[in-house]
Structures are given as structure tokens and as C-alpha cells.
């Protein structure tokens, strides 16, 4: 393989789709070492094949809002790669989404679904929609007119979507309400992150979150250090950045930022129930702003157009959105004596911060491994929803921690280099890569 003659191949049919282009080219950089010393993958041009989309679909998502003006979105679902298992991913609703960042997030999802060990292929869907100020009948009608367009092209055995950024349990519920009106199928597989009562898994809420904060344990034991005590930097408020506060206060560690579009807010006391039961609250408010939290609680301040990388922390925890911490960012951060950060967004990092950290040799994890816990736990969805059983939490948290221990353990296997640093993110695709690439090429060229 020739990562540069790849590249440029794939820059001039695909001009502008940066973060497509950002995200293949980690991975093909990380594995070309490996893929060259199987010259049966050569031969099927297994990358060639792996790095385009089985296929995308493209509609219109036309919608009434409150004040009965008509509205259209742009609506996606991107089926990456089904080597493993059926298309597997989430929705995104964000007023940026376009191909390249759907293209990006299928691909990296592919191979993170790979190192779950659980049979998902990648997929990804979304819109342009924007939910911010939409009120809850708009965010309804909206869901309603999106899975009117995308029902007849998924389902529980060819392709489970499930939430992302600005898609939580509200809109899986709108979203599945009109599938299943339309299908006529009354199973409850197509989708994950469902509400409790209809087929959802206990701790699938939490799971990203989670599953991130157990990675990092076996990261930091690994190298002989413990969340105990440790000074913890989150950005983002939602879902995912809930699940990581929670079980990093739980650990023993202090969150000592969260942060929002509008700034930061410096927390130096950590996180109480109360607090981490105010971030549901402040998702809730589809206001996408993090300031109220200092005005509920006085002992935390808020400081407008900063990031969280600017509060001076043991640990970065990017739980928002893709490159949101730049090489500036992870300057400023080893400038203040950051010895870890993990991406629990996917590709929360830009190359040059993670070539900053991994030059001044801390510890860092790219987000196909540490946010990996969320899709595992749809898995584990799918699983209970064909068996037609509930597991207790316990069981759940039990299965994710020792998916997300293994995921770990797949990356210090292909990631350790020879002076004993273990390079994740190499670990981490090589890992994911072996795994659909041997699937591919054992079922033929199709
Ligand atoms: N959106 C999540 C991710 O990036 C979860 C996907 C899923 O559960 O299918 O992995």
C-alpha cells in the first residue's frame, strides 16, 4: 500500500470532505506497516475497497414547524461496511453535518465496532437539523418526517442505528414510534438506546461514559497510576460528558471543568449528585449553553469563549465533538502538566494535538477505543432485544467493563512499541483493521 498515492486518490474524488480525509488517513498511516506484510490484503485490495462506502443514502426531510412555516433539512444514512455484522451506528442531528463528517464517523465506526468483538458493522446517519431552541413537538415532527424517508432501509437484522451528538432517548422514541407504524413490525431491534419500558438496555444511558472511564482505569493501572485523587477537564455537557463525570467522580477522581459552546465553568470543589443531575437538566433545555451551572451553583465560576483545555487539569476528557481540541489546545495542556487524554468524542483531537502528546510521551487514547462502550452496549441491546430478555444492570456493567478491559488489551497488543510506549492510536486501528480486513477477504470480492 501506498498511503500517499491512496490519498491522493481519494482528495481528488472526494475534494473538501476534510474530516473523511483526516480520518482514513490516521488509520491508513497506522496500519500501513502490517497491511504490507500480508500481501494477500494487497492483492484484494482490501483498503481501496474498506476506505469507500458500501453505499449512502441521501433524502429530504421536509417538516411543519410551531409557527406552520414549512421547513426542509437534508437527511443521511451512510451504510460504511458490513464485513461483520449489520450496519451499525448512530444519528447525528447538528446544523454542521454534511457527507464528510457522516463519511468520517461510518468509517471510524466500522472499525471500532470491529474491536468491540461483537458482530456490528459501521454505519452512520444524520441532519443538518438543528435542535437548538426547537421545541419538543417540533423535535417530534421532525424525528416523524426523518424515519419517514429512512424506514424501508434499515432494519433489525440489515441496519440498528442509535443516538449521537443531539440525538438521546427523546428522539430514539419519536424515531421508533413512526418505524414502527410504518414497518408494521412490532420486534424491537431497529434501534438502540431505547427507553426501558420498550426494549432498552439498563445502562446504555450511561454507557459511553462509562465504558470511557473503565478504559482509562486499565490505561492508567497499565502505567502504574490511578484516577484516585487525579484533576479531570471535560468538555461538553450532554450525554456523553454526564456518563464520563459520573463514574470518574465515582472512581475517586475530580471534575474540575465542563464546558459548553458559550465557555467554560470552573468547578474546583468536583462534581455532587446534584451537579452531575444538573447536566441532564441543562441538556434538556435544548439551549446548548453550560453557564447556568455556576448561576445554580456558586462555588463554580463561568468564564465565556474559553475551552475546557484552558483549566489546568491531570486529565483531558474531549466529550463533544470532532477536533475540538487542537494542537494549541494540548500545548496549553502539557504547559499545565496534563499527563492523559483520551478522546471520548469521536476524533476529538486534531493530528497535531495528538502528535504533541504523543511526543511528550503521556498517555493518550483515540475515541474509536475509549467511547467504544456505547455501541458495545448497543450490542448488548441487540442482544437482550433477539433473546427477548432484560439483563440487570449489574450484568450490563459487567459485560461492558470487560468488552471495554479487552479493547484495552487488543491495543497494548498492537500498539506497544519498541521502547515499551504504547502507541493507541496505532493499536487501535491495527486492531480494528485485522479484524474486518480477514472478514473481507474470507468472503470474496463483492
Ligand atoms: N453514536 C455512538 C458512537 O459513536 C453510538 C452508536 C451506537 O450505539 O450504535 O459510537
Known sequence: MNVKSIMADLER????????????????????????????????????????????????????????????????????NSAIGPYKGGIRFHKAVNPSMLKFLGFEQTFKNALTTLPMGGAKGGSDFDPV??????????????????????????????????????EIGYMYGMYKKLAREYNTGVLTGKGMTWGGSLIRPEATGFGALYFVEHMLAKAGRSLKGATVAISGFGNVAWGA??????????????????????????????????MLELRASNRNI????????????????????????????????????????????LANGTWCAAEVSNMGCTPEAIAEFQQAGILFAPGKAV??????????EMTQNAMHISWSAAEVDEKLHYIMQNIHEQCVK???????????VKGANIAGFMKVAQAMLEQGVI
Open 133 to 170: 431552541g426547537k421545541s419538543d413537538a417540533e423535535i417530534m415532527r421532525f424525528c416523524q418526517a426523518f424515519m419517514l424517508e429512512l424506514w424501508n432501509n434499515i432494519g433489525p437484522d440489515t441496519d440498528v442505528p442509535a443516538g449521537d451528538v443531539g440525538v438521546g432517548g427523546r
Open 245 to 278: 463525570a459520573t463514574k470518574a467522580t465515582e472512581l475517586g477522581a475530580r471534575v474540575i471543568a465542563i464546558s459548553g459552546p458559550d465557555g467554560v465553568i470552573y468547578n474546583p470543589n468536583g462534581m455532587t449528585k446534584e451537579k452531575i443531575d444538573f
Open 371 to 380: 467511547n467504544a462502550g456505547g455501541v458495545a452496549t448497543s450490542g448488548l
Open 13 to 80: 474524488k472526494h475534494p473538501g470532505e476534510n474530516e473523511y480525509l483526516q480520518a482514513v488517513r490516521e488509520v491508513l498511516e497506522s496500519i500501513e506497516g502490517t497491511y504490507n506484510e500480508h500481501p494477500e490484503f494487497e492483492k484484494a485490495k482490501i483498503v481501496e475497497r474498506m476506505v469507500e462506502p458500501d453505499r449512502i443514502f441521501t433524502f429530504r426531510v421536509t417538516w411543519v414547524d410551531d409557527n406552520g412555516e414549512i421547513q426542509t433539512n437534508l437527511g443521511y444514512r451512510i451504510q460504511f
Open 414 to 424: 498492537y500498539g506497544t512499541q519498541p521502547d515499551g510506549y504504547v502507541n493507541y
Open 290 to 333: 453550560v453557564a447556568p451551572f455556576a448561576e445554580r451553583f456558586p462555588d463554580a465560576t463561568f468564564t465565556p469563549g474559553k475551552k475546557a483545555w484552558s483549566v489546568k487539569c491531570d486529565i483531558a476528557l474531549p466529550c463533544a465533538f470532532q477536533n475540538e481540541l487542537n494542537g494549541d489546545d494540548a500545548k496549553e495542556l
